[in-house]
């Protein structure tokens, strides 16, 4: 158990319709991660936060957000869903940003299926 | 981040000990190497970590070659449950740039 949770685990869903991920961080832990996992494309970074403010950006489409609240938990919005957005999202944590500082510890992550 | 390079899939028998090697010719000065691993869909798992010394924890261990081009993760005696995708990464922390890039990995699957 690596400390970090999300919920729900599994969301089936219809294209066009939205909706959101959660993330409780470890005690703690002031950096959020949330990353995709598609069969094609492997595990793949969409953003972070830290301490309630967006740090970095990976390849997180439009209709994608997410926030990260004043109690260190964090959403992920997606909207619009198409078929392909069909994937495992995991959310990570880490105590912090500097170097060395690299073990993010990552939650069991939330299945979201479109139909 | 430097390129990593793993094999594609490897396996051990268990109790005995898994060499998983990662070439990162590219590596610059500052970037640690980090071990990942992912059983079966279940979140990824921090393994290790090192930049310049060997290290070892409860897991494994990691040997760092001294012109950091190239490491490897042991694990001194692998059981079943070792069967995981494993992840070589090299990344340097800053205040702006703190995400991890997973690349394919390499399969390790440890047979009885």
């Known amino acids: 158990d690596s400390g970090v949770t999300q919920t729900p685990k599994h969301l089936i869903t219809a294209t066009g319709q939205r909706v959101t991920l959660r993330c409780s961080p470890r005690?703690?832990?002031?950096?959020v991660y949330w990353y995709q996992q598609s069969l094609d494309q492997g595990l793949q970074f969409l953003i972070q936060?830290?301490?309630?403010?967006?740090?970095a950006k990976g390849n997180i489409l439009e209709r994608f957000s997410a926030q990260q609240f004043p109690d260190l938990h964090s959403e992920l919005n997606l909207s619009s869903l198409e078929l392909g957005d069909s994937a495992l999202y995991f959310c990570?944590?880490?105590?912090?940003?500097?170097?060395?500082?690299?073990?993010?510890?990552f939650g069991p992550g939330t299945r979201l299926t479109v139909l | 981040d430097a390129k990593t390079t793993q094999p594609t899939s490897m396996d051990c028998a268990e109790g005995r000990a898994a060499n998983l090697p990662c070439n990162h010719s590219?590596?610059?000065?500052?970037?640690?190497v980090y071990w990942y691993r992912q059983i079966h869909s279940q979140g990824p798992q921090y393994i290790i970590h090192?930049?310049?010394n060997n290290e070892t924890n409860e897991m494994a261990s990691l040997i760092i070659t001294e012109d950091r081009k190239s490491s490897t993760l042991i694990l001194p005696h692998a059981t079943l449950r070792d069967t995981a995708v494993y992840y070589c990464?090299?990344?340097?922390?800053?205040?702006?740039?703190?995400?991890?890039?997973f690349g394919k990995g390499i399969t390790l699957s440890v047979r009885p």
């Open positions: 990570a944590s880490s105590v912090g940003l500097l170097a060395g500082e690299g073990e993010q510890f």
């Open positions: 936060y830290y301490n309630g403010e967006e740090r």
């Open positions: 005690s703690g832990d002031l950096s």
């Open positions: 990464i090299a990344h340097y922390f800053t205040g702006a740039n703190s995400k991890l890039t």
């Open positions: 090192g930049l310049k």
């Open positions: 590219t590596i610059s000065g500052n970037e640690y």
